[in-house]
């Protein structure tokens, strides 16, 4: 114990001193604005530490730096705000999602078949041949498949619109558009796409394949699996969208959380094994590669939902406004569903400042309890270390990598689609958030997962002090002079604060010495 | 003769330098062979060309009669070799249980060896609640060994076990290994002459990336020539 302290003297100290500021700050503050601060700080840290815990395991494990990861926060955002406000457009593009992927599920079949083809100089471009075929079929196929959606250039079908209409209560969903060509023949040709691309891509690996590529029935399974599945979807549009507009919109707010984690998940894995894999041995390039993504993803944000910011309205158990509310005890809040709630006198938005947090803290235990008792857990934290000697054990790593990449986005995608309802959509949001999140990580240590939450809680605490003695004013000692910190103080606030710690402590407050 | 191991013409590159530059090993089976050399010879390079983990460019790996180069390390460890790095390379982070079982290759592998490990190595089994990094070098060793032996490996690569640790340890580790070779192949690449030549049964000497001379051990204990040739003074 004594060994620990004396090891650790500075990293305490430094937190001393911080919770010694923070008890001061809060000493100028009434009871309950200071408990509202907290919350609110509680709650920005939150949202930053989903997107910090996903950026730190992936750099921790892979080393890859995925700037795009604050785009896909935002990607999140808009994806839960697509299932939430237009369940209609979420259920028209399942059975599509699930046509266009379902062939890669079959990798094991299409390097079999590969196998089989001579080699010689005409087999050599027939990977591009198959890539180009589904290309040119998809442009065939693609705009007879009806995806009932918004429209960016009519006013009252943009998506602004939609979300505040839902916001009164008073959203009408336009009607579904129907085939003008044959469906079996549409869904056919996304198939057949699929397939050739598929094959396509699996060709150009076909040299560096030594292990026998084995006909998988698990994987067939799982194929016939996803286009049932799109399938049945297909054939049950009308029936599922009249279920999802007309279920709690509680209910559906959960759906769309879930729904936007695993298309977090779903596009982490699509992005480190068609992108980022090539070049785990090019740093330069992941960190152009990323960047680039992150751009790109923005541009399609723009593209499909628009440039203009808009609401995602609060599901129904955080929105109730009407009598018996605020609520004053947790049984009156579970009768009216209020969107606030007094503590100390103060209204606390429960949304905002409550479930928020509360997903937080629940999304902390349950990856800590991920890294620290289970298997894939174990791997991790070794190979944070040392990824050939993991590799030396028998260990395939490259599909820890896949799992982690994966599971890092889908935390920042649950970040968006959390932070959606307080914050609003927009094209920048990704941006400010991946910076607060960066700097959290330096401050908590780069590699460490509880310094990200730290180091999360610690950027959005002082946020908020900040943001809040804008309002009251700092009473400058003997003097009249009342400061009062200007907006642009509380980016540069976190900004000191991380300086100030990396003096103190070079590798962030938890990081690992090297 | 019955070989578990061959390597045949290996060459391999780190980075633009040509470090092994044609190497053959051959390992009877069941037996202890010791790889010996100057420093930067190309000893480790070796090992971990085996494994794969520095992939040669050149030349063949037949493990148990099947070709292995040009494999993922991970599928090379698979097929039943274990690994014992130079610097150990125990996971800081994780407990000496923990570290014990990441080496599992099948379910419960951990609880099947336990036994036949804390007897070679009794010491361990008080440390197992302890990180990693609370471990002394001596510890160290025996768990990195220990390690190697929780799946069922018929092939050990041990490089320089004895390396940076008091004499009374290095006496109790060859004993462990001696132990061992009842049960498993090893390959083991030493600085120390005196404790590869107790231990070891055949030799292969390296020299600037190619092997140069092998046989038995018994032969190159009295070849004093070839001793001062190739290992300098001993």
Known sequence: MKVYFRKNLLFWVTMVVLIFFFILSARGMPTNEWVITLLRGLSVGSVTFLVASGFSLIFGLLDVLNLAHGTLFMIGAYIGWTVYVRPDTFVDLIPLVAFLFSSFLLSGLWIELGKRLPMNRWTRILPWVGILLAAGLLLLVLPRFPVTGWDLQVYSQTPGTYAFMADQGLLVLPAAKSFESSPVLVLGGILMASMLGAFGISLFKRSKVLTAGRLNWRQFAVFIIVLGVGLIIFVANDALTNFLTGINTTWLFLIAILVATLSGVGLGALMESTLIRPLYSRPIYQLMLTLGLSAVGIEVVRAIWGRTEFIMPKPALFSGTGEGCPATSLGAWLQHQCSTFLLFDGRVRVYNEIFIPLVGVLVLVAVWILLKRSRLGMIIRAGVQDRGMVEALGINVRRVFSLVFALGVGLAALGGVLAAPSMGLSNVMGESLFLNALIALAIGGLTSYPGAALGSLLVGLIQQVIIKYGAIGIPIPFTDIIFKPTPPLVPASTVLLMVIVLLILPNGLLGKKE | ?234
């Open chain 2, 1 to 234: 003769m019955d070989y578990l191991l061959e390597v045949q013409g290996i060459h391999t590159f780190i980075g633009q330098y040509h470090i092994l530059q044609g190497v053959d090993v051959c390992v009877p089976r069941k037996s202890i062979t010791a790889i010996l050399g100057r420093n930067g010879a190309g000893k480790t390079t070796t090992l971990k060309s085996i494994l794969g983990l520095t992939p040669p460019t050149q030349g063949r790996v037949i493990f148990d009669g099947r070709e292995i180069h040009g494999m993922r390390s991970f599928d090379i460890a698979s097929l039943g070799i274990g690994f014992v790095p130079e610097n150990r390379a125990i996971f800081r982070d994780l407990s000496v249980e923990e570290n014990l079982k990441i080496a599992e290759r099948r379910k419960g592998d951990y609880a099947r060896k336990q036994e036949m490990i804390f007897t070679l190595f009794p010491d361990l089994n008080r440390l197992i609640a302890l990180s990693g990094n609370n471990l002394s070098g001596g510890q160290q060793q025996m768990l990195a060994i220990a390690r190697a032996l929780v799946a069922d490996n018929r092939l050990l690569l041990i490089d320089e076990p004895s390396e940076g640790l008091a004499p009374v340890l290095i006496e109790s580790l060859m004993e462990a290994i001696r132990k061992l070779s009842a049960e498993a192949t090893i390959v083991l690449v030493e600085q120390n002459f005196l404790v590869a030549s107790q231990l070891a049964e055949f030799y292969i000497i390296i020299e600037e990336g190619r092997s140069v001379i092998d046989g038995k051990m018994s032969d190159l204990v009295n070849d004093h020539d070839a001793i001062h040739r190739y290992l300098g003074a001993a």
